[in-house]
């Protein structure tokens, strides 16, 4: 009596026309994989920057100033700044034990 009717339900969704190659997809999926930054220690004021670039805090690369840093300040920002790098340049003098340099320049002394 019952007749039990069966309706096939197809979704339809949309599909993409085109195969994407394994090259395509594994560089869409690079950034997932982003690794850490090798940070070394600026021999100026001993904040990790990243190796061969100058540094952003004391503007210093190779034992020169190559930024100004000071310029971008405010006048009240420019106060404080100069007087942290004073407070370190004291210290400095005073024969505080400074970060030791990278493996690099030691083995050029070899
Ligand atoms: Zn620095």
Same mark, same amino acid.
């Given at each position: 009596?019952?007749?039990?009717? +069966? *309706?096939? *339900?197809?979704? &339809?969704? =949309? ?16 950034? @997932?994989? *982003? ?8 021999? !100026? ?7 061969? &670039? ?5 503007? +210093? +690369? !190779?034992?020169?100033?190559? *930024?100004?840093? @000071? ?13 942290? &790098?004073?407070?370190?340049? =004291? ?9 030791? !340099? ?5 083995? !050029?002394?070899?």
């Amino acid at each position: 009596m019952a007749d039990v009717v +069966y *309706i096939e *339900i197809v979704s &339809i969704m =949309a599909l993409p026309k085109w195969r994407h190659t394994k090259s395509r997809r594994n560089k869409r999926r690079m950034h @997932l994989f *982003i690794k850490e930054p090798a940070l070394v220690v600026c021999p !100026k004021c001993a904040k990790p920057v990243l190796p061969h &670039i100058a540094c952003r805090a004391c503007g +210093y +690369y !190779k034992g020169e100033e190559v *930024i100004d840093v @000071l310029k971008k300040l405010t006048k009240k920002e420019r106060k404080q700044k100069e007087k942290e &790098i004073a407070a370190k340049e =004291a210290a400095s003098k005073r024969g505080e034990p400074r970060p030791e !340099k990278s493996g690099r320049d030691q083995e !050029k002394k070899a």
